[in-house]
């Protein structure tokens, strides 16, 4: 760990608002020496700053939703006198084409009143506020900060920034109702233009909120509303080049501001993948992803964050983090480097990563099979991980999500998720599966075409012996796009007044089946006291480990008439989170604790883990700069005075 250097450092700072020009190289020592050695060594490497040109904008709001979930030209519109819904924009498969099933399905889960829809239609967009809380930052530091990055105080740009993406955050965003926002916005392009920041909020006593792509469902980046310092939003999207990539070790080191689809992009147009893509990767970025533990979808290949991370760089009020090594594992006691994996941003920036990289599968095949019923298809999955057979990417949907993908169904050629014509005449006629039980496993697998055909068969083999039928390729990439296109259906979900939200769990194996009931009942009775009667549940089987898997619900209740429905979803979610804990899961397998998780942690870590986390904050940031109150922190200790300090 080295100190962050007292002597201020004049900076050259030319950001091109969306250019992410970096004109400095940012490599630390290690990676300067690294460069130069490839140079000369390795002609397959590439050494030069890479210098993304990221697909989203300095100003989000111009290409993505202020009061909502993506691009702001794509989202689902109702057509009240066709009755049906569209998709707009051609951003995804389903862009632009009616979907019949659509409001059929709404109608049967949520029993909205059309007519009363009809006379007054409310695909109206939400109006932008028409003031902001005034920023608390004082001009003589406002002046200190542009000195090192550019800097807006501006009110949308500071709006936009307050919140991430759980149903509380998207309710304040519609209600300008947030207690406090940030006060204002700073975009470095480097390591050292955030040390030289991080410097400046210890010397003022500022806050400081890390910002990604603010796809957080944690409410680990909402600022805490009792917070009386200034908050500075550090949004990291200047820091989004690549800084060398190593054709041969297969490692490349990158700014940890870049977003998963420019990283892949970049990647794939070089012959290479990461192969980190959660559901949020076209928003979500490399720092977020260190931040909040990410898990992307094909994991079973490249694994999770942490399995991809050789070395990060993190820049803390007390100095910097970042092992002396460049290693494969190491036997040296605890690994800090994980202490920063999942910090929420609590003791400060991520600024950049060695990851590891791997050539282009030659290979991409999906599939998908059938099974008479969710139990039937758990054991399919239990015993694919028990053979240790998962290809990249493996995912069970029970039978309302199959249902839903039939209500996605498009009037035209690209035609439904899921089992269409003959081969739905074939699963149910002549197999005897039940439309109203059946679950669906959808495949991802990579690799060399032997390795791939091979995979496909023992697969296919496990189905068979645990009840399953192939139903086909193409209605297992079906399945993989609809996952970026379900994010955009609770937008319009909340104009009907139906409160949406997605939550969680790892679990052990032997648990997993009695979870899913228990989460489901326990649902159903807090829906029942209080009197709601429109509801749906439903989940699947995300990942799988040689130890347990995560299990993903969706739950969303029609709320006409209520008086608070996004307190009652948090309470009837907070009761589910209980019966998930006394199932034998757990507080998340990758959402994060945050906000509105804290409730749970000291239970998981336990009272010394929890010490544990608190030590590693005295240490790191003893003054509470990063004062975001996720997990164990509580908001009360923004307050810096001494005796508050000492708790810390
Ligand atoms: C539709 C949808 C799908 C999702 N799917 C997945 C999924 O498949 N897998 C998964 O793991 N998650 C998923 N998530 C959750 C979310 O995308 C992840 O938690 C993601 O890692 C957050 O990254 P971000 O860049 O958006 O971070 P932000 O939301 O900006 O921040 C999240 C936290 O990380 C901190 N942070 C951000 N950048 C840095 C940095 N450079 N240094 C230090 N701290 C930092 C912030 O302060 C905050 O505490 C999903 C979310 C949504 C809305």
Known sequence: ?????????????????????????????????????KKKTD????????????????????????????????????????????FTGNRYAIGGKFLPNFIPFVLEYFDIDLNKERSCPRNVQPQLPKSYHPSRLPANIKEELEQIAPVSVEGLDRFVRAHGQTLRDIAQVRANSFKRIPDAVVWPTSHDEVEAIVRLACKHNLVIIPYGGGTSVSGAITCPAREPRPIL??????????????????????????????????????????????????????????????????????????????????????GVIEKGCSVPRISSGPEWEHVIMGSEGCFGVVTEVTLKIRPLPPVVRYASLVFPDWDSGFHFMRE?????????????????????GLALKTESSWGGVFLEGLKMAYI??????????????????????????ARE??????????????????????????????????????????????????????????????VKWTVRQECEKRGIK????????????????????????????????????????????????????????????????????????????????????????????????????????ADTSPSVKSKL
Request: aromatic share 8%; proline share 3%; charged share 25%.
């Open 384 to 404: 694919v991980a028990r053979h240790r057979l998962q290809p990249s990417s493996i995912r069970l949907m029970d039978n309302e999500q199959f249902r839903f």
């Open 457 to 518: 068969k023992r697969l296919n083999s496990i189905a068979a012996q645990t009840g399953g039928v192939p139903a086909g390729a193409t209605n297992g990439e079906r399945g993989y796009t609809l996952t970026f296109v379900i994010a955009y259906i609770r937008d319009m979900a909340l104009d009907w007044n139906i409160v949406a939200e997605s939550f969680e769990t790892s679990v052990p194996w032997e648990r997993t089946l009695a979870l899913c009931r228990n």
């Open 233 to 318: 939003a550090l949004d990291t999207s200047g820091m989004n080049s690549i800084l060398w990539i190593d054709k041969e070790q297969l490692l490349a080191r990158i700014q940890a501001g870049i977003v998963g689809q420019d990283l892949e992009r970049e990647m794939r147009a070089r012959g290479f993948t990461v192969g980190h893509e959660p559901d949020s990767y076209e928003f979500s970025t490399l720092g977020g992803w260190v931040a909040t533990r990410a898990s992307g979808m094909k994991k079973n290949t490249y694994g999770n964050i942490e399995d991809l991370i050789v070395q990060t760089k993190v820049v803390t009020p007390k």
């Open 43 to 86: 002609p397959n490497s590439v050494s030069t700053v890479i210098k993304v040109k990221s697909v989203i904008p300095r100003r989000r709001q111009d290409l993505l939703k202020w009061h909502g979930w993506g691009y702001n030209d794509s989202k689902f519109t109702v057509d009240y006198k066709k009755e049906m819904i569209t």
């Open 428 to 453: 149910t006629r002549i197999k005897g599966f039940n439309p109203r039980t059946l679950a669906v496993v959808t495949l991802l697998i990579e690799g060399a075409t032997d390795e791939v055909n």
């Open 1 to 37: 760990m080295s100190a962050i250097p007292s002597a201020p450092e004049k900076i050259d700072n030319k950001m091109d608002n969306n250019d992410n020009v970096n004109t400095r190289t940012e490599t630390g020592e290690n990676n300067k020496l690294h460069n130069d050695k």
């Open 534 to 637: 429109y509801y749906l549940t439903s989940h699947r089987l995300t990942q799988t480990y040689d130890a347990g898997c995560c299990i993903y619900f969706y739950f969303g209740f029609n709320s006409v008439g209520m008086r608070d429905p996004v307190a009652a979803f948090e309470e009837i979610e907070e009761a589910a989170r209980d019966a998930i804990l006394a199932s034998g899961g757990s507080i998340s397998h990758h959402h994060g604790v945050g906000k509105v998780r804290k409730k749970w942690y000291k239970e998981t870590v336990g009272e010394l883990g929890q010490e544990l986390l608190l030590a590693a904050k005295k240490t790191l940031d003893p003054d509470n700069i990063f004062a975001l109150a996720n997990m164990a922190f509580d908001e009360h200790e």
